[in-house]
């Protein structure tokens, strides 16, 4: 579809296309979509975004902060849609993203991309709005049941890459190897955080909200990590991605790959847990309050990564004030990409980048869960798994989009209080 | 929800009327006076300020389309919100988030009132509630309903508002034929002329079991109250009467500011002649038991009249007084600092939320006003957040019938909003006693 770049480009400027071209569009999404796996391959280096909500000019921002696509390769966890005023467009040009760049631009699924909560939550009401009739709704809701539950980021390096030209801040002394740097919109450095060495005053604490470092995680090539993968230069473990967490009836990445994915999101079960249950300060599994999925303590996360040769688990789905935080020594990061969600919660976003090792073992990580090879958790034996050696993170940290860029009157109607 | 999917008010679509200025285009217009600056007590309105005010006057449409919402939804059993809802039925639609506090804000209030009234059942000559901005609230029509689950005898309730919203409210009153089961034909009342006030009126409860109950409606710009307290309460300010018990230290703050402010937020009020009579209302009984509310009301005044029409109302009443007071808490968080852009965005400034930022600040408020201890007699002040009143308020079986309606699936954001309201409620005096 030649069109497929001009429709790129009115979606750019907020423009909704006709209802046609979303037919088709749809139509190749899914062409596209179906030949994927449920747990869909991604080598690095990739930028890893979290919910979106129809905040097209937040999406905008990420993309001036993240990189362009197709320069830039994207995975964004799911909830494209709701809350937010451009649900329509953001969607779409995703979509677009994902039809003309497949292999730079990867979609999986969020507890929103339903027909059930749409309805709620605004996505279908915006398409009804903006179309006259639910049809480009429905053509939407029947993407929403291709896109992938999760994905698996393989290659990921353990170094941060230098990004050339953008940082003035002090790097960390010598042979430090640096584990999580924070950069704000312009791309300058914000804070450094060395791998914790024996000794080493790791205050990232402070810094991602509470989250304790990851003192567990031995320096590198001790061999304390509990796996023989801990030595500099080696890929890191690889990162599963999903929108919301784990589930009690998955124990192994495999079983995701087994679902039937291609159905509205269930009340119950696998599919509805990962795309909507959350990480909690609680020992095993516990309800969850939003009345779907569960939650999950820190014991499951560390079970689950090391029965699957992970060394982080990536995912959304909460709103979190500073745009990241990090959980259970680093084996969990939640990752929120809507600033000012709905408008009104005056939180940052945060996109994460994941370098490509340059050791040219990447690609040849055996962990990429597409094969059984593990020994799925039997050799556990005493005591906590030691939680593998996670990559090298990079967080961008950026506001809502400028009132000014939004093309919108100057007194831009706001969102609900109680009065 | 439904296969129809009535639209969720979508802010985007108001672009227009909200550009367009006219009074009564939009539903964030409302021909509703309330709160905020503007026209003097006793004086016409301004154009200019009538029009800043009408910015803030449609904060009562705003509740009574989050009411309708509530309603239709299945949170909250209340007939008569429809009754008050400009858009109709099938027009309001708000999000769960906004449900649920909606949901836990009215019921919160109602467990204080019963409460009140449960405490004052055998007050002989009776008992009375005083609503202040209630503007199209249906609180009292609930209570008096045939079908309302208690008796609730001799219970003069009062609601004070702009005249323009009683004339409203009267209008609506008068012509809804199924309200003549609860309120007597709305008469007149004439009142308040002196005081920029008018449109007053006034009800009998009609159902037997709720004998001897009255509906009094006051038209009056609030601020009248505050003018004419002014000059007794500077008075009292020589002689502060301190509560007993009341925390150490606790009047300094309000005491050595509140003159200033007046000074300069009220300066044109207080030059106004202070030839007037003093401001009573109709059948307000400084003898009765009295339960003073506040639902989203005070807030949008000057600290200074806020502080003044209380000071009415605890010098005025001679029995026990409580007093019920909802609003925004936390304007220096992340949250609090977009909220009060957003509102500001839509002209609603809400001066006291700067000066009582914390739940401890709005307790002293109420201790400062005298509430708490008074020595023999009981009193109290105690405050819960609306996210607290869900969590601790709410029984499992409620919680779960409503979570069943909305879906709402976004702890955090609830945490957030629910967490930035506050229920402060304080009562002194004998026989009542609110501490629950």
Redesign the interface.
């Known amino acids: 579809m030649s069109d497929l770049d001009r429709a790129i480009a009115q979606l750019r400027a907020c423009r909704p296309i006709p209802e046609s071209d979303v037919r088709e569009l749809c139509h190749k999404a899914r062409e596209i979509l179906i030949e994927e796996g449920n747990v869909v391959t991604v080598n690095a280096p990739v930028t890893i975004c979290g919910d979106i909500h129809g905040q097209f000019h937040d999406l905008m921002e990420l993309f001036r902060v993240g990189g362009d696509p197709p320069d830039t390769n994207y995975l964004f966890m799911g909830d494209f849609v709701d809350r937010g005023f451009y649900s329509l467009e953001t969607f779409l040009l995703l979509l677009c993203l994902k039809v003309r760049y497949p292999d730079r631009m990867t979609l999986i699924r969020g507890n929103h991309e339903s027909r059930q909560i749409t309805t709620v939550y605004g996505f279908y009401d915006e398409c009804y709005r903006k179309y006259g009739s639910a049809n480009v709704w429905r053509y939407c809701c029947d993407v929403f049941d291709y896109l992938a539950l999760g994905a698996i980021v393989l290659g990921a390096s353990n170094t941060i890459s230098p990004s050339a030209g953008e940082s003035s801040v002090p790097t960390t002394p010598e042979g430090d190897e640096v584990e999580i740097e924070v950069c704000n919109a312009q791309g300058e450095v914000m804070s450094r955080f060395p791998r914790p060495n024996n000794g080493t005053n790791n205050d990232l604490q402070s810094r991602t909200n509470g989250i304790p470092p990851p003192s567990n995680t031995g320096p590198p090539g001790s061999g304390a990590s509990g796996s023989s993968r801990g030595s500099v230069g080696n890929p890191a473990g690889a990162v599963l991605c999903v929108h919301g967490g784990l589930s009690p009836l998955i124990d192994k990445v495999d079983k995701i790959r087994l679902l039937d994915r291609k159905q509205e999101v269930p009340h119950e079960g696998a599919m509805c847990d990962l795309l909507w249950s959350d990480p909690d300060e609680i020992d095993g599994w516990g309800l969850s309050p939003r009345g779907a999925g569960f939650l999950f303590g820190a014991d499951i996360v560390k079970v689950f990564n090391h029965r699957n040769d992970l060394s982080l688990i990536a995912r959304a789905h909460q709103l979190v004030m500073e745009g990241f935080k990090e959980m259970f020594d680093a084996s969990i990061v939640t990752v929120w990409s809507a600033p000012n969600y709905c408008y009104r919660c005056g939180n940052v976003a945060a996109l994460l980048e994941l370098s490509e090792d340059d050791s040219g073992m990447g690609v040849l990580a055996r962990s990429n869960g597409e094969v059984n090879r593990s020994d799925g958790g039997v050799g556990l034996g005493d005591g906590e798994p030691q939680p593998m050696k996670g990559p090298a993170r990079r967080y961008r940290v950026f506001q809502a989009a400028p009132q000014d860029s939004r093309g919108m009157p100057a007194k831009k109607p706001v969102a609900d209080y109680f009065l | ?1 439904s296969g129809t ?1 009535p ?2 008010p ?6 227009g009327r ?2 367009g200025g006219g009074i009564n285009q939009g539903r ?1 217009r409302g021909v509703i006076r309330r709160g905020g600056r503007g026209h003097g007590p006793g004086g016409a309105p301004g154009s200019a300020s009538a029009a800043h005010d009408a910015t803030i006057q449609g ?1 009562d449409t ?2 009574a389309v ?1 009411r309708m919402s509530a309603v239709q939804i299945g949170y909250l059993d209340d007939p008569y919100a429809e009754l008050f809802a400009q858009s109709g039925p099938g027009a309001a639609r ?3 988030i ?1 449900n649920r ?2 949901y836990a ?1 009215t019921t919160a209030i109602d467990k204080l009132v019963d409460k009140f009234l449960d405490d004052t059942e055998r007050s002989p000559e009776g008992r009375q509630i005083v609503s202040l901005g209630a503007g199209t609230d249906t609180r009292s029509l609930r209570l008096f309903s045939p079908s309302a689950p208690t008796p609730r005898k001799r219970v003069i309730y009062h609601e004070i508002d702009f005249p323009a919203m009683c004339e409203k409210k009267q209008r609506i009153v008068r012509g809804a034929p199924q309200l003549r089961s609860i309120l007597s034909d709305p008469e007149s009342v004439d009142e308040l002329s002196q005081h920029g006030g008018g449109n007053s009126w006034h009800s009998k409860v009609v159902a037997e079991k709720h004998e001897g109950s009255e509906l009094w409606v006051h038209g009056l710009d609030l601020r009248a109250i505050a003018a004419a307290q002014q000059p007794s309460q500077q008075q009292q300010q020589q002689q502060p009467p301190l509560p007993l018990g009341a925390p150490v230290g606790s009047r300094g703050l309000h005491s050595a500011t509140t003159q200033d402010e007046q000074q300069t937020e009220e300066g044109t009020t207080q030059q106004q002649p202070q030839q007037k009579e003093p401001l009573t209302l109709t059948s307000l009984n400084p003898n009765l038991p009295t339960l003073l509310i506040s639902e ?1 009301c005070l807030c949008y005044l000057q600290h200074s009249a806020a502080s003044s029409i209380i000071s009415f109302f605890t010098t005025t009443i001679q029995s026990s007084l409580g007093i019920v007071i909802y609003e ?1 808490i936390k304007p220096d ?7 009060v852009s ?2 500001a ?2 002209e ?1 400034k809400m001066p006291t939320l700067e000066v009582y930022k914390e739940a401890e600040d709005q307790e002293r408020r109420l201790w400062e006003a005298g509430f708490g201890k008074d020595g023999e007699k009981g009193g109290g002040v105690k405050s819960k957040t ?1 996210e607290q009143i869900w969590e601790e308020w709410t029984s499992q079986e409620e919680k779960e019938r409503v ?1 069943a309606l ?8 609830w945490q ?2 629910a967490g930035h ?1 506050i229920v402060v409620w304080g009562w002194r005096g004998e026989g009542i006693d609110l501490g629950i």
């Open positions: 929800m999917a639209s969720i979508n802010l985007l679509s108001l672009r909200i550009g964030y904060t705003d509740a989050s708000r999000l769960p906004i506090g909606t804000r989203c925004p968080d992340a949250f609090g600092k977009m909220m957003n509102l965005a839509r609603i609306i979570d909305g879906g709402l699936d976004e702890v955090e954001e957030l909003l309201y």
